[in-house]
């Protein structure tokens, strides 16, 4: 039983396009992240939510719009694809939040853009 | 700025051997530190952590140690086996500008040879 699942795991899409990636955690967490990977390696944090409240967006363009609609989901939106969207986004949950962080974050399998 | 920083992209150990992965961080302030193992085309897991208040934290063959004045961990695997060969991240736990997040390494890709 999965504990961070997100779909799908590959996406191809030409650019300009709108496309979704969907995230869930059965952990009962309250705060879940966006996260991008990308071709240099480097994990850099995207938007962060805490009981479905935006707690951390960091410097990421509008074209990504992330949505809650429950504790335990957090889906990203991308509007209009570019050739640098692709990447591969991790979506991760935790409990901790503030002075409660002394804990890990559990992620999911990532998903894989490419963008042509 | 990079606050968590893993300057050997790579490594490579011999199976038996000690797996030595160093990690340096810039802010005083981060206070927990976790490891990550990563495996191609699979997300981050857990491995282990540390809280700013110790110095060594161990978990079966895998040890981690924090020198907060030197503001550097290190994670040692001992004795290093080929399903350890993966990529480790090492994160901090802390706040910039108010708000608390997991901040990366770049990673460093371990390979242990049989």
């Known amino acids: 039983d999965t504990a961070v699942s997100q779909t799908p795991k590959y996406l191809v899409t030409q650019m300009g396009n709108d496309k979704s990636i969907k995230c869930e955690q059965n952990?009962?967490?309250?705060?879940m992240y966006w996260y991008k990977q990308d071709s240099k390696k480097f994990l850099k944090i995207m938007f962060s939510y805490n009981n479905k409240e935006l707690i951390i967006n960091e410097t990421v363009p509008n074209r990504f719009s992330p949505k809650s609609p429950d504790k335990a989901h957090l889906n990203l939106h991308i509007n209009s694809l570019e050739l640098g969207d692709s990447a591969v986004y991790f979506c991760?949950?935790?409990?901790?939040?503030?002075?409660?962080?002394?804990?890990?974050?559990?992620f999911g399998q990532g998903t894989r853009l490419t963008v042509v | 700025d990079q606050q968590v920083k893993q300057n050997s992209p790579s490594l490579s150990v011999q199976e038996g051997r000690i797996s030595i992965l160093n990690c340096d961080y810039t802010?005083?302030?981060?206070?927990?530190f976790l490891w990550y193992k990563k495996y191609p085309a699979e997300g981050p897991t857990f491995l282990i952590s540390i809280s700013s208040i110790k110095d060594k934290n161990e978990d079966g063959r895998f040890t981690v140690f924090l020198n907060k004045s030197a503001k550097h961990l290190s994670l040692h695997i001992v004795p290093s086996q080929p399903g350890d060969s993966a990529v480790y991240f090492c994160?901090?736990?802390?706040?910039?500008?108010?708000?608390?997040?997991?901040?990366f390494g770049t990673g460093t890709r371990l390979k242990v040879l049989a």
């Open positions: 991760a949950s935790s409990q901790g939040y503030r002075d409660r962080g002394e804990t890990e974050a559990f």
């Open positions: 952990l009962g967490h309250d705060t």
């Open positions: 994160a901090a736990w802390g706040t910039t500008s108010g708000t608390y997040k997991y901040i």
């Open positions: 802010n005083s302030m981060f206070d927990y």
